[in-house]
């Protein structure tokens, strides 16, 4: 909106400032300024909003220290994320680049089911929330739509040629050509690539038939990093923190393929276009900080459901997008060491009672936070300690950039 009503001034009035609305580092900076605002004086007024209407967690005993003081304390606090996100994303980005919209699309889908889960909890005194199923249902669809547009549509292409720093200052562009492509970034393949079209074509001949295998991986990612964040979400500040450090790194992927020449000298896929998606991650980037103001221990709110959901696709979709999801496994460590912490102690605690007739349990509880906290380290000193791993994470998963 803004970016439309700036540029008309710019060129039929040459209207002095106008023209810092085109670049993309000051709407970036402009939109995590706006979102920080929204989501700490703002997020104020929406506690206080869910105070009144007493949408407070009911807490399930689970033996727990300081378990029993959350009680009551607000829940759905994913709505300040999700309001933080998207105000500043609708004023200052181009709303017709197709990447936009489909991170537009999947906020609000998944917020939905994330806000209709959180619902049933609070209001109808369902503990199960909305039924698993219908979880599935929703991520398998956004799944569909996202890897269907990436396949299909004309606008999300890559160039596999890249100019020379020399040809860039020379603007000699015009033989280098976009072209559609399933090419995505795998350390230590040749290229640091790989394409997933070879998944089909050494069985059919051909490519035409790649999305039969690109969509269903595309919904396997995507319904792991949701569910990786929404089991990350038990312990104040944890999943909010550790959402912000990978939401940082993948903006620093994205800066980099969005730009000729840092693709070039890295030998990363070039993505003509997607620099716009850097508004979008500093508005999601500025929610999550200005969200932690209120989630850190503490905490005056937490994001349930609308906000772990959300989040978990978001941050998938993105690395879909910039073509490093193969580097989520690393990337979202702490995502997938809570997914399969729950895995095992469902399996071990099965395997043990078919054998012997009594359950036995890996873990003193899943999903692993809570098994160090049964252990009676202190939750803050926990996310701490997982933000910490988070960083060192990130820092592994921006190495892999130069592994050939």
Not at 353 to 379: A, D, T, V, Y
Not at 386 to 398: D, Y
Request: aromatic fraction near 14%; charge should be positive.
């Amino acid at each position: 909106m803004l970016y439309e009503l700036f540029y008309y001034l710019e060129t039929q009035y040459q209207i002095s400032g106008a023209s810092l609305f085109q670049f993309i580092s000051f709407r970036s900076a402009f939109a995590i300024i706006i979102s920080l605002i929204i989501s700490t004086i703002f997020g104020k007024k929406i506690i206080d909003f869910l105070k009144k209407k007493q949408v407070g967690e009911n807490i399930r005993d689970l033996g727990l220290d300081g378990q029993k003081e959350k009680e009551g304390t607000p829940t759905m606090g994913g709505l300040i994320i999700i309001i933080s996100t998207l105000i500043p994303v609708l004023l200052l980005s181009k709303l017709d680049n197709i990447y936009i919209q489909l991170l537009i699309f999947t906020t609000i889908w998944m917020g939905s089911f994330g806000f209709i889960d959180d619902y049933i909890k609070i209001f109808k005194k369902n503990k199960k929330g909305l039924k698993g199923y219908f979880k599935i249902l929703g991520q398998l669809f956004l799944g569909i739509v996202i890897g269907g547009t990436i396949y299909f549509h004309p606008d999300i292409t890559i160039r596999k040629e890249k100019l020379s720093y020399e040809k860039v200052k020379g603007q000699n562009e015009s033989f280098l050509d976009d072209e559609k492509s399933l090419l995505t970034t795998m350390p230590l393949f040749k290229n640091n690539e790989f394409d997933y079209s070879k998944l089909v074509s050494w069985l059919t001949g051909s490519k035409e038939y790649a999305w039969l295998i690109f969509i269903p991986i595309i919904i396997f990612i995507i319904s792991a990093v949701s569910n990786g964040a929404n089991l990350t979400d038990g312990v104040d500040g944890l999943a909010a923190g550790t959402s912000a450090i990978i939401v940082f790194t993948l903006g620093i992927f994205l800066w980099i393929s969005g730009n000729i020449i840092y693709s070039d000298y890295l030998n990363i896929i070039y993505i003509p276009n997607i620099g716009e998606i850097v508004i979008f991650i500093s508005s999601f980037l500025g929610s999550l900080i200005g969200f932690l103001w209120y989630n850190a221990f503490p905490a005056q709110i937490f994001m349930g459901d609308t906000g772990s959901l959300t989040i978990g696709a978001i941050i998938s979709v993105i690395a879909i997008m910039v073509r490093k999801e193969l580097l989520l496994p690393l990337l979202c460590g702490i995502f997938l060491i809570e997914n399969l912490s729950v895995i095992l102690q469902v399996g071990f605690f099965k395997y043990y009672k078919k054998k012997n007739g009594k359950g036995k349990r890996l873990f003193l509880m899943s999903p692993l936070h809570h098994h160090f906290q049964m252990k009676g380290i202190h939750e803050s000193k926990i996310v701490a300690r997982f933000w910490i791993i988070g960083i060192i994470l990130s820092v592994l998963t921006i190495l892999t950039l130069k592994l050939k």
